[in-house]
């Protein structure tokens, strides 16, 4: 009697530890899924692969800018509204040709570069440790601006797997219309004592 | 006084009982009548199967005037005019649209959106798909995605000529748009859309003179 009481109790056990363990079992996005760093406007963010501070945000509703054959163009009317995120990123360790940006809002709304200009920071090649400053472009609705975020991920070869990410907040940053077109410019490397994104 | 009871017991025989069922009634008739109605049954789904199956019924037959928005799973459309537009790389079939990307939060690839927007050219049945599109405030410049909750307004939907069609040939041409769906990457990590058969709306539109050439 006793061993049966005993035999049924360890299957008791055995059922509630399968089911805690499952809990810790991973889905496949979290398997694979980038590593994310997070960090907010004004301070470096640093992944294993790179460092990324935003200096600031401009938003407007038209663009200076030149096309992706280098001829200058505007000032090109936004869809809504422009959004100039101003950054600096350096590479760690190897030389970063794919690295997509993105804008995040709080709903999982998410706005990509479009891919009409050639001087938006996600288009520079980066060499490892030498900073480069320049600006990310978005195209938003501005009814859709709701605590964005600047998502960068290096994804070499067009593989996100595991990629490094960096994710920085830019709230509070009141998004408020520009009357004058803001200007995008070509991005720039930047040596010197100033920088502190490159540690 | 004696009560006489008389049970009168009325035998029926069972070819007098009224004959509710039509199956016979003998047994082996019975199965040879299931059988032979079951092998027909088989016999007319094997060849409905062989011809290709059955259709399914088109939701939206007749085709809309311009001006009319089309929408599927993923995008709405408003087609307004088509023309055809020569150039040196020769002629193209253009269409002015809006177009805005309804049902994702995140973008879209062109690509994918435009195997959804189907021209449909003439009585011979030519079709074309994944049309090159710019836009308006930008005429030089390929759109090559679709962000998320932005209607366009006077987006250029282009075609390239297919090379059996030339431009007098047709009259008019039709748009449909047809359904999409969604399928996740292996890795989960991202999905993508492509078109199905369904047509969830069609726009004839004639060909004006807007071309210049």
């Given at each position: 009697?006793?061993?049966?009481l005993?035999?049924?109790?360890?299957?008791?056990?055995?059922v509630?530890?399968?089911?805690?363990?499952?809990?810790?079992?991973?889905?496949?996005?979290?398997?694979?899924?980038?590593?994310?760093?997070?960090?907010?406007?004004g301070?470096?963010?640093?992944?294993?692969?790179?460092?990324?501070?935003?200096?600031?945000?401009?938003?407007?509703?038209?663009?200076?800018?030149?096309?992706?054959?280098?001829?200058?163009?505007?000032?090109?009317?936004?869809?809504?509204?422009?959004v100039?995120v101003?950054?600096?990123?350096?590479?760690?360790?190897?030389t970063?040709?794919?690295?997509?940006?993105e804008l995040?809002?709080?709903?999982?709304?998410?706005?990509?570069?479009?891919?009409?200009?050639?001087?938006?920071l996600?288009?520079?090649t980066?060499?490892?440790?030498?900073?480069?400053?320049g600006?990310?472009?978005?195209?938003?609705?501005?009814?859709?601006?709701?605590?964005?975020?600047l998502?960068?991920?290096?994804?070499?070869d067009?593989?996100?797997?595991?990629?490094?990410?960096a994710s920085?907040?830019?709230?509070?940053?009141?998004?408020?219309?520009?009357?004058?077109p803001?200007?995008?410019?070509?991005?720039?490397v930047?040596t010197?004592?100033?920088?502190?994104?490159?540690? | 006084?004696?009560?006489?009871?008389?049970?009168?017991?009325?035998h029926?025989?069972?070819?007098?009982?009224?004959?509710?069922?039509?199956?016979?009634v003998?047994?082996?008739?019975?199965?040879?009548?299931?059988?032979?109605?079951?092998?027909?049954?088989?016999?007319v789904?094997?060849?409905?199967?062989?011809?290709?199956?059955?259709?399914?019924?088109?939701?939206?037959?007749?085709?809309e005037?311009?001006?009319?928005?089309?929408?599927?799973?993923?995008?709405a459309?408003?087609?307004?005019e088509?023309?055809?537009?020569?150039?040196?790389?020769?002629?193209?079939?253009?269409?002015?649209?809006?177009?805005?990307?309804?049902?994702?939060?995140?973008?879209?690839?062109?690509?994918?959106?435009?195997?959804?927007?189907?021209l449909?050219l003439?009585?011979?049945?030519?079709?074309?798909?994944?049309?090159?599109?710019?836009?308006?405030?930008?005429?030089?410049?390929?759109?090559?995605?679709?962000?998320?909750?932005?209607?366009?307004e006077?987006?250029?939907?282009?075609?390239?000529?297919?090379?059996?069609?030339t431009?007098?040939?047709?009259?008019?041409?039709?748009l449909?748009?047809?359904?999409?769906?969604?399928?996740?990457?292996?890795?989960?990590?991202?999905?993508?859309w492509?078109?199905?058969?369904?047509?969830?709306?069609t726009?004839?539109?004639?060909?004006?003179e807007?071309?210049?050439?």
């Open positions: 009697m006793s061993r049966s005993t035999a049924g109790l360890l299957c008791v056990l055995l509630v530890g399968i089911a805690v363990l499952q809990h810790f079992t991973l889905d496949k996005k979290s398997l694979f899924a980038p590593v994310t760093t997070t960090g907010s406007v301070e470096p963010v640093v992944t294993d692969d790179f460092s990324l501070e935003v200096v600031d945000l401009e938003v407007g509703s038209a663009l200076e800018a030149t096309d992706i054959l280098g001829d200058p163009i505007g000032p090109v009317e936004a869809n809504g509204v422009w100039l101003r950054a600096r990123i350096t590479a760690a360790h190897t970063m040709t794919n690295f997509p940006a995040r809002m709080k709903d999982g709304t998410t706005y990509d570069v479009p891919g009409w200009f050639s001087d938006s996600d288009r520079a980066l060499s490892p440790g030498l900073p480069q400053e600006a990310f472009l978005f195209e938003v609705p501005l009814d859709r601006i709701d605590e964005p975020a998502v960068v991920t290096h994804a070499p067009f593989n996100r797997y595991l990629g490094a990410q920085v907040a830019l709230d509070p940053v009141e998004p408020r219309p520009l009357d004058d803001l200007v995008l410019l070509p991005p720039e930047r010197g004592k100033d920088n502190d994104a490159s540690e | 006084m004696a009560l006489e009871l008389r049970l009168v017991v009325h029926v025989r069972a070819a007098d009982i009224a004959r509710r069922s039509f199956l016979p003998d047994p082996l008739a019975r199965f040879a009548l299931v059988s032979v109605v079951g092998a027909a049954g088989a016999i789904t094997l060849i409905v199967a062989a011809f290709g199956g059955l259709d399914r019924a088109d939701s939206q037959t007749s085709p005037p311009p001006g009319t928005e089309l929408e599927n799973e993923l995008f459309v408003t087609p307004y088509a023309w055809v537009e020569t150039g040196d790389d020769g002629a193209r079939l253009q269409v002015r649209a809006d177009i805005e990307l309804r049902a994702s939060d995140v973008s879209v690839p062109m690509f994918e959106v435009g195997s959804g927007l189907v449909l003439g009585p011979s049945g030519t079709s074309t798909d994944r049309p090159d599109v710019s836009f308006e405030r930008m005429p030089e410049s390929l759109v090559a995605s679709l962000q998320p909750h932005m209607a366009e006077n987006a250029v939907l282009s075609w390239e000529m297919p090379e059996d069609i431009a007098s040939d047709l009259g008019e041409v039709d449909a748009v047809h359904g999409m769906q969604e399928l996740g990457t292996r890795d989960g990590l991202g999905s993508f492509i078109s199905s058969d369904d047509v969830a709306g726009v004839t539109l004639p060909l004006n807007r071309g210049r050439s």
